[in-house]
Each structure stands twice: as structure tokens, then as C-alpha cells.
């Protein structure tokens, strides 16, 4: 399907003909079985201080985990346009397999990068084969120390693959199977998959959007024992592991992946505490607007005024593009390359699954994003999101494997780095004050998701592994705890909440990375931190901007902002400074709205 200029269906017949029965993708995940299989011959061969070949078989896994990156994203493309294909499914089990054997082959590399003498090691490192991977080699060599023996991780991670990720399988099972029925204008109804009715929640109708989250919660509240069950065994395994491994806190994975401290965590929040009350304001003005004594869950980003203009896939293209090359016309050149070579699946169509993302095909130097466009604002934000993502691999492509692996928080740090501009830039050029009110509602919007939406996720998460370390949480204890995380992180403004959003948020069932939430926020005023840095520094700050993303995979974000802003992170000083650009926007809000 095209609008006009640009493709709304991606292409990905060019990485391996045949879709989910493509010959090249079976010779593609035989090479790398072959190859991970050479690897753990080498592994096998001999310790640190004898035979191990550490630039040989760094060699192997970075060309791994190129390849196989690769076939992970393949996997989901095909999963995420098609619910249903059947066989899509069984590449994605094989995926997890390979995954497996790799990481019990990573976890005795690790195991005798912990053994080798830090004189050794100093000298290794220097050494030019291996100097470009340094840090990556130096972070995994200390993560091994806090780990059980090679051979018991191991064993995890091969069960894991029919257990753990099992359990994350079968929430996209559950989800496939969700159906929505809508009641259109001529009263004919007409069943919608969840990627469909979720945007009808945030239609410019209230009635409309009063009645989809009506059949939202029910359909989840029918799949919510299936969804308990799935959260529950996920939340298990995790802290099964990690009491033996002699972790404590269900934070640990998460802050050490993010490459973050808890210093710097706690000092997000409490900024972000401390601005709450002004976005209180900020919700109570738009319930007056809406004529509502408070806002409802599904009236938080609904748009003010009784509809919304619908923007065409092209039209909300080309004003993206426009946007990013006013900053950068690397960027801007980029993301029409994006649109035009049919690397973006945006159809609305049933059978998709919900939600939008960006990954990425290393191998091709490619990248593929998904989502459900029907017109509104938000999907232009969407869009302008991913391709923040897209461009932040683009300018990676080069490196080598280990230090493309760059952690969410500053992955979503590009994308809402990528928002910024085109909400900004669309405010300074809107034409009248409808215009421009619309647009600052759009920011301000974001602040609430980054702020309160996304601090609920973390208060449910966390108190959730709290209840789960006494036994299986049931569905009526897990409502009550995400509605009082929702009550706590909206600081009371909210009316009706949404109990279910546990089984509804596929974010809380992914096994790849624990605490699927914080990142974001991360991201949001981090990204807010380099956007005024590029306001006071013009055009030359977006060849700056592109080094920094460069080094988000070899480097923690404290090295990275103290590197590239001069900022410490753990102090509450610079995420203040962040917050305070969401005060001015609402300060200008209540001002236009008087």
C-alpha cells in the first residue's frame, strides 16, 4: 500500500527472500549454529593462561553477533506484521535456541576473561586487535565475577529458552488472540486487534474513546489470568536467579544493563518529584478544557477539542523531514531515505501487533520500523521517535559488534532527542494559537507519560517482585497494585484509572531486558539536556550530537554525560535543570488557556 510518495508496508524481501519460509534465512541461522559451535571448540581447548585465543574468538562473536542480531530482528518483523504466521513462531524458538547455545559460549568467554591477571589484561588491552572493544571486554570481564559458575549459567540460559522466554511467548500468544469489537457511525460492528483499538483511545470523541477503553478493559480483564500467569513465571525465574546469584535488589540487571547507577536513578526521581505539582496544574487545566471534573485514563492524551485533524502518512513524512534538517541534513537526508526505500511498516491494517518499535538489521547496515499509522499527532510523534532510533545505529553501523551494544536508556535518549525537534521546530513555526497550543500539548504530554505513566510502570514493577519473593501474585492483588501505583504517580489527578494495564503493557513481558520502563524516562531528559546544549550551540553541535551517539555503546552514561555536557548524573542538579524545560512549557500552557 502507498499514500502518494512513500511506501506504508516495509520491505524485507531484501535481507531474505521468503518471508518466514525464506531458504537464505535457514542457510543464514546454519552458518551461525556452525559458527557458535567453533567457538565453543575453541572455549574447549584450554584456559586463560595456556591456550585460550582471546582476539580469535572475539572475532567469532562479534561476527555472531552481527549475524544473529540480524535474524533476531528478521524474526520479529515477521511476528509483529503477522500475529498469526505459524512459522514465524517456529524461527523465533529456533532464534532463542541459537541465542542460548551463544550466551553459554559467552558465559565461558566471560569466565576466562575473569581469569586472566589484571597485568595481563592491561596488556591485552593495549593491544590493537582488541583496544577498539576494550571497554565492552573490560565491562563483561567484571560482570562474570558476579555471576554463578560458567557451567550453572549456562544451564540457565538453555533452560530459559523453553521456561523464561517460554512465558514471554505466550503473552504474544495472548495477545494475538485479544479481539476488540468497535461500533462504528453507521452502528455496524467490526472486530479490531489491539494495535487498532488501542489507538481509539486516544480519539479527538470522548464518547468513542469512553467506549474503546470500556472493551479495552474487558478484553483484558478476560485475558488477565493468562497474562497473570505469564507475568508471574517471568518474575519467578528472575528471582530465582538472582537469589543465586547473591543479588539483592531486582534493580541490579536492570541499572547494570542501562550502564547506570543507582545514584543516578534516584536523582531522576527525585527531581521529577519535586516538578510533579506543576504538571497537577497542568492536568486539572485540561480537565476544565475537556468540561470534566477530572481526567479519566484514556482523557490524559486525548486531544483537546472534540476531534483531531487526521495528518496523512505523507504529510506527517515530509514534516519530519523538514524538521530534522533544520538541526542536521545528514539526519534529514537519512529519514527520507527511510521513507522512500520502503523501510517502515506503518499500515493499519488487523493482524498487527500492537505498539511501535525500531530494530535493526546490522549485517544489511539497515533498519526496519514498525507501528500502526491512522493519522493522528501522536503517530507523527511515534515516527519521528523510531527514526531517532534508526539514526542512532545508522551513525554505528561502522563499528565493531561489541561496541554497537548500546543500552535502552540512551537508545531512547535519541529517539526522544529525535521528538524534540519536531515538536520544537512546529512550535516556533505555528501560524496561529490553535496551532501552537496543540503543539505544546503534544510536548507536554510526553512529560506526563515520561513522568507519571512511566514512574507508575516502575512503583507496579517494583512492588510486584516485592509481593512475588512470598508466593504467586493472583489478578486482583495485581490490580490493586498498579491501581495505586497509577494514584501515587499521578499525584491523585486522575479519575478513572486502568487496573488492567499490567496485562495490557507488553513492556512488563519482555525477557530481554527487566524494567522495561526507567530508560525511557532516561532517554526523555537526558535527551532534553543535549537538545539545550544544541540551542546554545547551533548548527556544528549535530556533528558533536553524532560522536556522542557513537560512544553510547562504549562508555556508562555517567562517562558519557560528564564526556560530551560536562554533567554529573548522580547529582539531582542537571535532571532539575531537564524538569524545568517541562515547567516552561506548561507555564505557557495555563498562560494561552486562561
Request: aromatic share 10%.
Amino acid at each position: 500500500m502507498t499514500t502518494g510518495n512513500y511506501p506504508m508496508k516495509w520491505d524485507l524481501e531484501t535481507f531474505y527472500e521468503g518471508g518466514s519460509t525464506s531458504a537464505a534465512f535457514a542457510d543464514e541461522l546454519n552458518g551461525i549454529e556452525k559458527d557458535v559451535a567453533e567457538l565453543d571448540r575453541l572455549l574447549s581447548e584450554g584456559s586463560s593462561e595456556t591456550n585460550f585465543k582471546i582476539a580469535e574468538t572475539t572475532a567469532i562473536i562479534q561476527s555472531v553477533l552481527i549475524r544473529l542480531r540480524q535474524s533476531e530482528s528478521f524474526v520479529e518483523c515477521l511476528q509483529a506484521q503477522n500475529m498469526k504466521d505459524s512459522a514465524a513462531n517456529g524461527l523465533s524458538d529456533r532464534v532463542k535456541t541459537i541465542s542460548a547455545k551463544l550466551l553459554g559460549a559467552l558465559t565461558r568467554y566471560d569466565n576466562e576473561l575473569r581469569q586472566i591477571s589484571d597485568d595481563k589484561w592491561a596488556a591485552l588491552m593495549a593491544d590493537e586487535s582488541l583496544a577498539a572493544v576494550a571497554f565492552s571486554l573490560s565491562e563483561r570481564r567484571e560482570l562474570a565475577k558476579e555471576k554463578l559458575a560458567p557451567e550453572l549459567e549456562a544451564l540457565a540460559g538453555d533452560l530459559a529458552v523453553d521456561g523464561y522466554h517460554g512465558w514471554g511467548a505466550l503473552y504474544d500468544l495472548i495477545v494475538s488472540r485479544a479481539k476488540f469489537t468497535d461500533i462504528g457511525e453507521n452502528g455496524e460492528e467490526k472486530v479490531l486487534s489491539a494495535g487498532q483499538m488501542f489507538n481509539r483511545l486516544s480519539d479527538g470523541d470522548r464518547s468513542v474513546r469512553v467506549r474503546a477503553f470500556g472493551e479495552w478493559e474487558r478484553e483484558w480483564g478476560d485475558a488477565a489470568e493468562l497474562c497473570a500467569d505469564s507475568l508471574n513465571r517471568l518474575a519467578g525465574f528472575r528471582l530465582k536467579l538472582y537469589d543465586k546469584r547473591g543479588w539483592e535488589s531486582v534493580l541490579k540487571e536492570p541499572l547494570q544493563i542501562n550502564r547506570m547507577t543507582e545514584a543516578t536513578f534516584n536523582a531522576m526521581w527525585s527531581a521529577i518529584n519535586e516538578g510533579k505539582p506543576k504538571l497537577v496544574r497542568y492536568l486539572e487545566r485540561k480537565a476544565k478544557l475537556l468540561g470534566l471534573e477530572k481526567l479519566d485514563w484514556h482523557d490524559v492524551s486525548a486531544p483537546l477539542g472534540s476531534s483531531a485533524r487526521t495528518i496523512s502518512f505523507d504529510e506527517g513524512a515530509k514534516f519530519i523531514v523538514e524538521q530534522f534538517r533544520k538541526f542536521s541534513p545528514d539526519m534529514a537526508d537519512f529519514s527520507e531515505m527511510a521513507f522512500r526505500d520502503g523501510w517502515i511498516e506503518a499500515e493499519d491494517r488487523a493482524g498487527k501487533r500492537p505498539g511501535g518499535f525500531c530494530t535493526s538489521f546490522p549485517k544489511s547496515r539497515q533498519t526496519r520500523i514498525f507501528m500502526t499509522y491512522s493519522g493522528t499527532s501522536d503517530n507523527v510523534s511515534t515516527l519521528a521517535h523510531e527514526l531517532g532510533h534508526a539514526y542512532h545505529q545508522y551513525v554505528m553501523d561502522d563499528l565493531p559488534a561489541l561496541s554497537q551494544e548500546y543500552a535502552m536508556n540512551v537508545a531512547e535518549t535519541a529517539s526522544t532527542f529525535a521528538e524534540l525537534i519536531v515538536s520544537d521546530s512546529a512550535m516556533k513555526t505555528a501560524v496561529d494559537q490553535e496551532e501552537k497550543l496543540g503543539l505544546l500539548e503534544d510536548k507536554i504530554q510526553n512529560a506526563v507519560a515520561f513522568f507519571m505513566n512511566i514512574h507508575a510502570r516502575v512503583l507496579f514493577e517494583t512492588r510486584f517482585y516485592d509481593e512475588r519473593k512470598k508466593g504467586v501474585v493472583p489478578v486482583e492483588k495485581l490490580n490493586n497494585i498498579m491501581v495505586e501505583a497509577q494514584r501515587e504517580a499521578f499525584s491523585g489527578a486522575l479519575g478513572e484509572v486502568h487496573p488492567h494495564f499490567w496485562a495490557s503493557k507488553l513492556h512488563f513481558y519482555i525477557t530481554s531486558v527487566p524494567f522495561y520502563n526507567f530508560p525511557y524516562t532516561f532517554g526523555y531528559l537526558f535527551s532534553a539536556g543535549i537538545y539545550a546544549r544544541a540551542q546554545q550551540e547551533g548548527p556544528a553541535f549535530a556533528e558533536r550530537y553524532v560522536q556522542l551517539l557513537r560512544d553510547t555503546g562504549r562508555m556508562t552514561v555517567e562517562e558519557l554525560a560528564q564526556k560530551h555536557l560536562g554533567v554529573n548524573l548522580e547529582e539531582a542538579d542537571f535532571w532539575r535543570e531537564a524538569v524545568e524545560l517541562t515547567t516552561k512549557d506548561i507555564d505557557l500552557f495555563l498562560e494561552l488557556t486562561e
